[in-house]
């Protein structure tokens, strides 16, 4: 059995996961522009979170007994079609009424297109990492674009929905047209397609959850925040979008690498981002307030792509390791927004940043754990 994907494949499969990853971002971005528009609160609008978890989650479940049935592309394009199609109605949709389900469709093909390249690129145990690295870093890059866009032509006084649906579509024909041809991945055995959990996979969930938690709460109020430290709104939708680049600059770095130090990096990003959230707490403008984010940002690149990598060598198999991770950042993408909004409209924001640290230690406690017990690596398997 090879032991690495073909590099034309891996780039397409990662290309692919970069444009959904535009397409997501642009809409998890636009749920701060889509609570001004309806005049929500932080914490009504982070019903758009709850509900795109559920799908992350639901999903996830019902691709482990289902995702087999047909060739991997039909799956891959299924997603895609799901994608377009959710975020149309989405910026259509007159009311929360309208968007909430909207961005339940979209997650919904995100997971069945997403769940499917993950796991046909962390199939492979030589080049796991290094592809999850590569992937995650592309993609949240691009997430990161999404709404730097948003931002641009926001000041040119084009409607955020008109930004979001037209790159929607043309990003999903783009994506639907380079799908490469794959066959269907074996069938599991009845057994094979529930999650067994048992520490391992518990340890998982968790990491996830924590590291995607660290991730969200980063930028999900922003714009609210720059703008509370006296930023103009159409600054703030821009300057918001700055911090994930390092994110994902960090990660992209690190896909360059052929050998991984996870202890040494966990310290770097332990440091970092313990330092931009203590700056984002006690800065009062918005220009260190951005700086701090910043710095978090960098820190915070490596632990999610870690935390994949180690989902999709457990001994349960790739599909399930894969779904452990993604249940976790779909509760992690339904909870984080809200407890933001929660705590910033009830306590302030400094508070709110307060919880990042929190997640930071209880993150740093997880990952001690996963590298001390080693979670079993499995024979690679051919699963194109």
Request: some cysteine; glycine content about 8%.
């Amino acid at each position: 059995m090879p032991q690495a994907l073909p590099r034309e494949l891996v780039h397409r499969l990662v290309t692919l996961n970069a444009l959904s990853s535009y397409v997501m971002g642009s809409l998890g971005f636009s749920i701060q522009l889509i609570k001004r528009d309806f005049d929500l609160t932080r914490v009504i609008a982070s019903w758009h979170n709850i509900g795109w978890a559920a799908a992350l989650v639901f999903i996830s479940l019902i691709l482990l007994g289902h995702g087999h049935r047909r060739p991997s592309h039909q799956t891959i394009r299924f997603g895609w079609a799901l994608m377009i199609l959710g975020s149309l109605a989405y910026c259509l949709s007159p009311n929360i009424y309208f968007s909430v389900p909207a961005v339940i469709l979209t997650a919904s093909g995100s997971v069945i297109a997403g769940n499917t390249t993950t796991a046909i690129l962390g199939a492979h145990s030589k080049t796991a990492m290094k592809n999850m690295f590569r992937s995650t870093g592309v993609g949240l890059f691009m997430a990161s674009v999404s709404p730097t866009v948003i931002g641009l032509t926001t000041q040119a006084d084009i409607p955020w929905r008109t930004t979001v649906a037209t790159t929607a579509v043309l990003i999903g024909l783009v994506a639907l047209k380079i799908v490469p041809e794959l066959a269907a991945r074996p069938e599991p055995e009845h057994a094979d397609s529930k999650i067994v959990w048992n520490n391992t996979m518990i340890a998982i969930l968790i990491f996830a959850f924590l590291t995607i938690t660290m991730e969200v709460s980063l930028s999900a109020w922003a714009v609210d925040l720059l703008t509370e430290r006296g930023s103009q709104v159409k600054t703030s939708v821009l300057f918001a979008t700055i911090a994930p680049y390092f994110i994902a600059l960090s990660r992209i770095y690190l896909s360059t690498k052929n050998e991984f130090n996870l202890n040494r990096i966990w310290r770097f990003s332990f440091v970092a981002i313990a330092s931009g959230v203590l700056l984002v707490i006690f800065a009062s403008s918005p220009t260190l307030t951005l700086a701090g984010l910043i710095i978090a940002a960098a820190g915070i690149g490596p632990s999610a792509s870690i935390a994949i990598a180690k989902a999709s060598s457990t001994a349960q198999g790739t599909d399930r390791g894969i779904a452990a991770f993604v249940i976790g950042m779909g509760i992690s993408n339904g909870t984080s927004p809200w407890i933001m909004g929660f705590v910033s409209e009830n306590f302030g924001f400094a508070a709110a940043y307060g919880v990042i640290l929190l997640a930071l230690i209880l993150t740093t406690l997880t990952f001690i754990w996963v590298m001390k017990n080693s979670l079993p690596q499995r024979p690679p398997a051919n699963m194109i």
